[in-house]
């Protein structure tokens, strides 16, 4: 069970949490939600597609996208998780700033999902003092320049023992740890052999004791590994990484590909008695 604002989320099986971007740079849709009316059709869609989870967000943190004020970012997301407050699903805020936390939290967020893992002044506390989930990332380096030149010698042992000094320190802040999932940041300052290496052991992370969530869909490793320069062409390559990473513990993913992720992870669930 994951404690989610006025939701407990049962975790017998695995859940999806459907992707609604509210930035008019978005690589993947072209910009097509960057107004909060657009990204608002697009939640509901992904809603009677079967999300279980709509995550939310403003701050497009994808390799190299700049960074957006507090101001334009509570602008885009603010009206999406107004607009959701009255269905019966829990919506996720994809923010590192605090400021933004509190604003999504006081207007019926269920969970907040920090790429940064809490550590902007004052997250844990303004998390600390709710009742929704929170998902603590791995990543190294900041977005502009985290594909650099990305380097670890134990890849997995490094985003481990990270993820394992977070979750102690927002259990020390007050965060139950029925309110916890960790991610290990696919893409987010990872060479593709990290991304791989980290995908290939992620059931290394269960070790950890708290539900694992993972990100995979439409990245530029699944586009490297099978040759798909567009991201709207790697919804196949997109969907045997969520299969896979189902089978090696993740207990949420999250997809753009709501519809045929939960086709796909239907027979995964009835084959591996997942339901
Ligand atoms: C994640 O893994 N990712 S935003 C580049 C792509 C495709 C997709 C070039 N927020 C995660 O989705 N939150 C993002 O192709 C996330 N875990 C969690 N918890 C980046 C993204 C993407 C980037």
Known sequence: MLFCGRFTLPLDRPLIM????????SFFDGGR????????????????EGADILDVGGESSRPGALSVSVDEELRRVMPVVE???GRDVPVSVDTCKTEVMRAAIASGAAMINDIDALQDEGA???????????????????PQTMQLAPRYDDVVAEVMAFLAARVA????AGISRARLVIDPGFGFGKTLAHNIDLLRHLNRFR???????????RKAMLGKIAGLEAADERIYASIAAAILAVQKGARI?????????????QVVNIIEGNE
Do not use: F, W, Y
């Open 253 to 265: 993913v999250r997809v753009h590909d709501v519809k045929a992720t939960r086709e796909a992870l």
């Open 83 to 85: 607009a959701m407050r």
């Open 33 to 48: 939600h960057a107004s909060p009316a657009t990204a608002i059709e697009h939640a509901l869609r992904l809603l009677e």
């Open 124 to 142: 844990l506390a303004a998390v600390a003092g709710s009742d929704v989930a929170v998902c603590l990332m791995h990543k190294q380096g900041a």
């Open 207 to 217: 070790m950890l004791g708290v539900p694992l969530l993972a990100g995979l869909s």
């Open 169 to 172: 320190a927002a259990e020390a």
């Open 18 to 25: 459907g992707i609604v971007n509210v930035t008019p740079d």
